[in-house]
Protein backbone atom coordinates (compact mmCIF):
# COMPACT_ATOMS: atom_id res chain seq x y z
CA UNK A 1 0.00 0.00 0.00
CA UNK A 2 1.33 3.51 -1.00
CA UNK A 3 2.01 5.78 1.62
CA UNK A 4 -0.34 8.94 1.04
CA UNK A 5 0.30 11.99 -0.51
CA UNK A 6 -0.55 15.56 0.84
CA UNK A 7 0.29 19.39 -0.13
CA UNK A 8 3.68 20.82 0.84
CA UNK A 9 2.66 22.37 2.40
CA UNK A 10 -0.85 22.05 3.96
CA UNK A 11 -3.05 24.94 2.67
CA UNK A 12 -6.46 26.05 4.34
CA UNK A 13 -8.61 25.29 4.33
CA UNK A 14 -8.47 22.30 6.73
CA UNK A 15 -12.12 20.57 6.71
CA UNK A 16 -12.47 17.56 9.00
CA UNK A 17 -11.93 15.69 5.77
CA UNK A 18 -8.40 16.66 5.26
CA UNK A 19 -7.77 16.63 8.93
CA UNK A 20 -9.15 13.50 9.49
CA UNK A 21 -7.02 11.77 6.48
CA UNK A 22 -3.60 13.10 7.98
CA UNK A 23 -4.34 11.68 11.42
CA UNK A 24 -4.79 8.32 9.83
CA UNK A 25 -1.43 8.64 8.43
CA UNK A 26 0.03 10.31 11.21
CA UNK A 27 -1.29 7.63 13.88
CA UNK A 28 1.16 4.75 12.45
CA UNK A 29 4.23 6.91 12.02
CA UNK A 30 6.40 6.93 15.34
CA UNK A 31 7.03 10.40 17.15
CA UNK A 32 10.27 10.90 15.01
CA UNK A 33 8.59 10.45 11.84
CA UNK A 34 5.92 12.66 12.90
CA UNK A 35 8.24 15.63 13.62
CA UNK A 36 10.18 15.28 9.90
CA UNK A 37 6.50 14.91 8.42
CA UNK A 38 5.87 17.82 10.17
CA UNK A 39 8.73 19.89 8.60
CA UNK A 40 7.94 18.94 5.24
CA UNK A 41 4.36 19.51 5.50
CA UNK A 42 3.14 22.17 8.11
CA UNK A 43 3.57 25.98 7.10
CA UNK A 44 4.73 28.73 9.61
CA UNK A 45 6.01 26.13 11.81
CA UNK A 46 6.93 26.74 15.29
CA UNK A 47 7.52 24.54 18.64
CA UNK A 48 5.68 26.49 21.68
CA UNK A 49 6.73 25.56 24.82
CA UNK A 50 7.24 25.08 28.88
CA UNK A 51 10.47 22.80 28.47
CA UNK A 52 8.49 20.13 30.03
CA UNK A 53 9.89 16.36 29.08
CA UNK A 54 8.01 15.99 26.76
CA UNK A 55 8.56 19.37 24.99
CA UNK A 56 12.32 18.47 25.82
CA UNK A 57 12.14 15.18 23.95
CA UNK A 58 10.70 17.22 20.77
CA UNK A 59 13.24 19.76 20.87
CA UNK A 60 15.91 16.67 21.08
CA UNK A 61 14.37 14.56 18.59
CA UNK A 62 14.65 17.95 15.69
CA UNK A 63 17.95 18.23 16.92
CA UNK A 64 18.98 14.49 15.09
CA UNK A 65 16.35 15.56 12.13
CA UNK A 66 17.52 19.02 10.90
CA UNK A 67 20.48 21.61 11.23
CA UNK A 68 19.12 24.62 13.79
CA UNK A 69 18.69 26.83 11.03
CA UNK A 70 16.13 24.32 9.72
CA UNK A 71 14.44 23.35 12.64
CA UNK A 72 11.19 25.06 13.88
CA UNK A 73 11.71 28.05 16.41
CA UNK A 74 10.84 27.98 20.55
CA UNK A 75 8.43 30.14 21.94
CA UNK A 76 8.16 29.95 25.36
CA UNK A 77 5.77 31.77 27.38
CA UNK A 78 6.92 33.53 30.26
CA UNK A 79 4.17 34.21 32.99
CA UNK A 80 6.96 35.85 35.13
CA UNK A 81 6.01 33.51 37.71
CA UNK A 82 8.26 30.79 37.01
CA UNK A 83 10.55 29.30 38.77
CA UNK A 84 14.14 30.30 38.52
CA UNK A 85 15.37 26.65 37.31
CA UNK A 86 12.95 26.77 34.57
CA UNK A 87 15.09 30.20 33.65
CA UNK A 88 18.17 27.73 33.88
CA UNK A 89 17.01 24.95 31.88
CA UNK A 90 16.19 27.65 28.94
CA UNK A 91 19.73 29.14 28.76
CA UNK A 92 21.02 25.27 28.83
CA UNK A 93 18.52 24.14 25.89
CA UNK A 94 19.84 27.22 23.73
CA UNK A 95 23.10 26.72 24.45
CA UNK A 96 23.04 22.96 24.05
CA UNK A 97 20.87 22.73 20.72
CA UNK A 98 21.49 26.40 19.19
CA UNK A 99 17.79 26.92 18.39
CA UNK A 100 16.33 30.07 18.88
CA UNK A 101 13.87 30.90 21.87
CA UNK A 102 11.45 33.81 21.20
CA UNK A 103 10.17 34.53 25.10
CA UNK A 104 6.50 36.61 25.32
CA UNK A 105 5.21 38.13 28.49
CA UNK A 106 2.21 39.84 29.58
CA UNK A 107 1.62 42.52 27.58
CA UNK A 108 3.60 46.08 28.71
CA UNK A 109 4.90 43.76 31.90
CA UNK A 110 8.42 42.96 32.42
CA UNK A 111 8.33 42.64 35.48
CA UNK A 112 6.25 41.13 38.38
CA UNK A 113 5.94 44.51 40.05
CA UNK A 114 4.56 46.03 36.51
CA UNK A 115 1.98 42.75 36.48
CA UNK A 116 1.06 43.83 39.77
CA UNK A 117 0.86 47.38 39.52
CA UNK A 118 -1.74 46.64 36.30
CA UNK A 119 -3.39 43.75 37.70
CA UNK A 120 -3.45 43.69 41.30
CA UNK A 121 -1.59 41.00 43.48
CA UNK A 122 -2.38 37.29 43.54
CA UNK A 123 -5.08 37.69 40.95
CA UNK A 124 -4.94 34.26 39.85
CA UNK A 125 -6.94 33.38 43.14
CA UNK A 126 -9.38 36.03 42.77
CA UNK A 127 -10.00 35.59 39.05
CA UNK A 128 -8.53 32.36 37.57
CA UNK A 129 -9.97 32.84 33.82
CA UNK A 130 -9.00 36.38 33.33
CA UNK A 131 -4.88 35.58 35.14
CA UNK A 132 -4.55 32.59 32.10
CA UNK A 133 -6.05 34.90 29.86
CA UNK A 134 -3.16 37.79 30.02
CA UNK A 135 -0.38 35.46 31.32
CA UNK A 136 -0.89 32.93 28.86
CA UNK A 137 -3.29 33.24 26.37
CA UNK A 138 -3.01 36.92 25.31
CA UNK A 139 0.62 36.79 24.91
CA UNK A 140 0.41 33.57 22.93
CA UNK A 141 -1.98 34.75 20.22
CA UNK A 142 0.42 37.86 20.53
CA UNK A 143 3.70 35.61 19.57
CA UNK A 144 2.00 33.76 16.61
CA UNK A 145 0.46 36.90 15.33
CA UNK A 146 4.12 38.50 15.16
CA UNK A 147 6.22 35.53 14.47
CA UNK A 148 3.07 34.61 11.61
CA UNK A 149 2.52 31.28 13.14
CA UNK A 150 0.91 29.12 11.28
CA UNK A 151 1.58 25.73 12.97
CA UNK A 152 2.84 24.62 16.45
CA UNK A 153 4.14 21.65 18.32
CA UNK A 154 3.11 20.89 21.58
CA UNK A 155 4.75 19.08 24.66
CA UNK A 156 0.62 17.25 25.00
CA UNK A 157 -0.11 13.47 25.14
CA UNK A 158 -3.20 11.54 25.70
CA UNK A 159 -2.04 9.63 28.80
CA UNK A 160 -2.14 12.88 30.66
CA UNK A 161 -5.33 12.47 31.07
CA UNK A 162 -7.80 15.49 31.38
CA UNK A 163 -8.99 17.15 28.40
CA UNK A 164 -5.92 16.02 26.34
CA UNK A 165 -7.35 11.71 26.69
CA UNK A 166 -8.62 12.02 23.41
CA UNK A 167 -5.80 13.62 21.74
CA UNK A 168 -5.04 13.45 17.85
CA UNK A 169 -1.79 13.60 16.18
CA UNK A 170 -2.76 17.11 14.32
CA UNK A 171 -5.58 19.46 15.16
CA UNK A 172 -6.89 22.42 14.28
CA UNK A 173 -8.26 25.18 16.95
CA UNK A 174 -10.90 27.70 16.84
CA UNK A 175 -8.07 30.44 15.21
CA UNK A 176 -7.04 27.93 12.45
CA UNK A 177 -3.98 27.22 13.76
CA UNK A 178 -2.77 24.04 13.71
CA UNK A 179 -1.53 21.94 16.75
CA UNK A 180 0.93 19.19 15.87
CA UNK A 181 1.24 16.69 18.84
CA UNK A 182 3.76 14.25 17.92
CA UNK A 183 4.49 12.42 21.12
CA UNK A 184 0.44 11.98 21.30
CA UNK A 185 0.42 8.24 21.60
CA UNK A 186 3.91 7.85 24.21
CA UNK A 187 3.44 6.63 28.07
CA UNK A 188 5.18 8.74 30.43
CA UNK A 189 7.67 5.78 31.07
CA UNK A 190 8.90 6.08 27.61
CA UNK A 191 9.39 9.63 27.82
CA UNK A 192 11.63 9.07 30.65
CA UNK A 193 13.49 6.65 29.13
CA UNK A 194 14.23 8.97 26.05
CA UNK A 195 15.14 11.50 28.80
CA UNK A 196 17.68 9.36 30.50
CA UNK A 197 19.12 7.25 27.47
CA UNK A 198 19.70 10.36 25.30
CA UNK A 199 20.92 12.42 28.15
CA UNK A 200 18.63 15.13 27.49
CA UNK A 201 18.74 18.38 30.05
CA UNK A 202 14.86 18.68 32.16
CA UNK A 203 13.95 20.81 35.39
CA UNK A 204 15.81 20.45 38.33
CA UNK A 205 12.99 20.42 40.22
CA UNK A 206 11.97 17.00 38.84
CA UNK A 207 14.39 15.50 41.46
CA UNK A 208 13.23 17.96 44.47
CA UNK A 209 9.52 15.94 44.54
CA UNK A 210 8.44 17.90 41.83
CA UNK A 211 6.72 16.19 39.18
CA UNK A 212 5.19 18.50 37.07
CA UNK A 213 6.58 22.01 37.01
CA UNK A 214 5.05 25.24 35.76
CA UNK A 215 3.87 28.99 37.96
CA UNK A 216 5.64 28.32 41.46
CA UNK A 217 1.96 29.45 43.04
CA UNK A 218 0.51 26.62 40.98
CA UNK A 219 3.04 24.09 41.22
CA UNK A 220 3.50 21.72 44.19
CA UNK A 221 5.05 18.95 45.30
CA UNK A 222 3.50 15.28 45.07
CA UNK A 223 2.95 14.17 47.82
CA UNK A 224 2.54 10.07 48.64
CA UNK A 225 0.11 8.26 46.89
CA UNK A 226 -0.41 11.27 44.10
CA UNK A 227 -1.32 10.26 41.34
CA UNK A 228 -0.81 10.68 37.42
CA UNK A 229 2.56 12.87 36.07
CA UNK A 230 0.90 16.40 36.56
CA UNK A 231 0.22 15.71 40.14
CA UNK A 232 1.04 18.71 42.10
CA UNK A 233 -0.29 21.26 39.59
CA UNK A 234 -3.26 23.08 40.30
CA UNK A 235 -3.45 21.93 43.89
CA UNK A 236 -7.03 21.36 44.98
CA UNK A 237 -8.34 22.23 42.07
CA UNK A 238 -9.88 18.92 40.67
CA UNK A 239 -11.68 20.11 37.58
CA UNK A 240 -8.68 22.32 36.35
CA UNK A 241 -6.29 20.69 33.86
CA UNK A 242 -5.02 23.35 31.14
CA UNK A 243 -3.59 26.61 31.94
CA UNK A 244 -5.66 28.20 29.05
CA UNK A 245 -3.31 27.94 25.94
CA UNK A 246 -4.39 24.82 24.69
CA UNK A 247 -8.22 26.25 25.38
CA UNK A 248 -10.51 27.67 23.16
CA UNK A 249 -9.07 31.38 22.26
CA UNK A 250 -12.08 33.29 21.59
CA UNK A 251 -13.87 31.97 24.47
CA UNK A 252 -11.27 32.86 26.72
CA UNK A 253 -10.78 35.81 25.32
CA UNK A 254 -14.45 36.84 25.95
CA UNK A 255 -14.42 35.78 29.31
CA UNK A 256 -11.34 37.85 30.22
CA UNK A 257 -12.81 40.43 28.77
CA UNK A 258 -16.64 40.27 30.82
CA UNK A 259 -14.01 39.83 34.18
CA UNK A 260 -11.97 42.66 33.39
CA UNK A 261 -14.80 44.74 32.47
CA UNK A 262 -16.78 44.39 36.17
CA UNK A 263 -13.30 46.24 37.26
CA UNK A 264 -14.26 44.52 40.97
CA UNK A 265 -10.95 45.26 43.39
CA UNK A 266 -8.55 44.63 40.28
CA UNK A 267 -6.24 47.95 39.10
CA UNK A 268 -6.17 49.26 35.83
CA UNK A 269 -3.30 51.26 36.12
CA UNK A 270 -0.66 50.59 32.86
CA UNK A 271 2.50 49.07 33.20
CA UNK A 272 5.34 51.44 32.57
Known amino acids: ?89 ISEVEERYGVKVHVFKPEDCKTVEDFEKKWGERLWEQYEDIYDYVVKVEPGRRAYEQLKVQSVITGRRASQGGERASLQPLEVDSTGLLKLNPLFAWSFAQVEQYIKENNVPRNKLLDQGYRSVGDWHSTSKSGEGDAGERAGRWAGKENKTECGLHKDYFDMQRKAGQLEATKLEVGDATCV
Do not use: C
Open 1 to 89: MSEPTFEKPLQPPFSAEKLAAVNVHLRSLEPQQILAWALEHLPGLYQTTGFGLTGLVAIDMLSKLAEPDSRPPLIFIDTLYHFPETHEL
